[in-house]
C-alpha cells in the first residue's frame, strides 16, 4: 500500500499566509509614554480544521500509515519465522542425506588384505555406486526460484518427495 502524500493545493501549501505572528505595540499610558510590545497571533481556524480532519481522523493519513506499518511488521515476523523453520528443515535434510551418503559410499566397496604384509592393501574388489539400471534419466532443468511464494511451493515438493520415497 502506498503511502498517501499530502496535497500541494491549500490550506497545506500556504499554512505561513494563516499561521503567523506579529509583533504589536500597546501604549499603556500616553501621557508618560509607556508602552510594552506584545505578540499578536493569527490563526484561521477553518484551514486548521481541514489539516486536522484530513490528517488526524481516523481514516486520516497517519492512521493510513501506522495501519500499513503494523501490517509490514507483521509480515516481515511471519517471513522471518517461515525462513528460520525453512532452514532448520534444510539442516535435517541435509544430515540425513550425510548419513545415507556415508552409508552408500562403503557399501560394495572391499579391500583384500594380506595377512602377513602390514601396509599392503589392494584395490577393491567390489564395485563402488549405484547400479546403472537404477539411475534415474536426465531431465530438463528446474527454474531457480525467485520468490518467496516459489521457494514455499519448491520446499513443499521437496517434502512431498521425501515422503513418498521413504526418505
Do not use: C, Y
Not at 19 to 33: A, Q
Not at 58 to 74: K, R
Not at 76 to 87: C, L, M, P, R, Y
Amino acid at each position: 500500500m502506498p503511502v498517501p502524500k499530502l496535497p500541494k493545493s491549500s490550506p497545506f501549501a500556504n499554512i505561513k499566509k494563516w499561521l503567523h505572528e506579529k509583533n504589536k505595540t500597546v501604549i499603556l499610558n500616553p501621557v508618560d509614554g509607556s508602552s510594552t510590545t506584545t505578540k499578536e497571533k493569527t490563526i484561521n481556524v477553518s484551514n486548521l480544521e481541514k489539516i486536522l480532519t484530513k490528517t488526524h481522523a481516523p481514516d486520516g493519513e497517519i492512521n493510513i500509515i501506522v495501519d500499513a506499518v503494523n501490517d509490514l511488521i507483521e509480515r516481515v515476523t511471519q517471513n522471518e519465522a517461515d525462513i528460520e523453520a525453512n532452514f532448520d528443515w534444510i539442516e535435517e535434510v541435509e544430515m540425513r542425506l550425510e548419513v545415507v551418503e556415508q552409508t552408500m559410499s562403503t557399501i560394495g566397496h572391499n579391500h583384500q588384505f594380506v595377512g602377513g604384509m602390514p601396509g599392503t592393501v589392494f584395490p577393491s574388489t567390489g564395485r563402488k555406486g549405484g547400479s546403472v539400471r537404477k539411475m534415474q534419466p536426465g531431465g530438463r532443468t528446474q527454474p531457480v526460484p525467485t520468490s518467496m511464494k516459489q521457494w514455499k511451493q519448491k520446499l513443499i515438493d521437496e517434502i512431498k518427495d521425501l515422503q513418498n520415497t521413504g526418505g
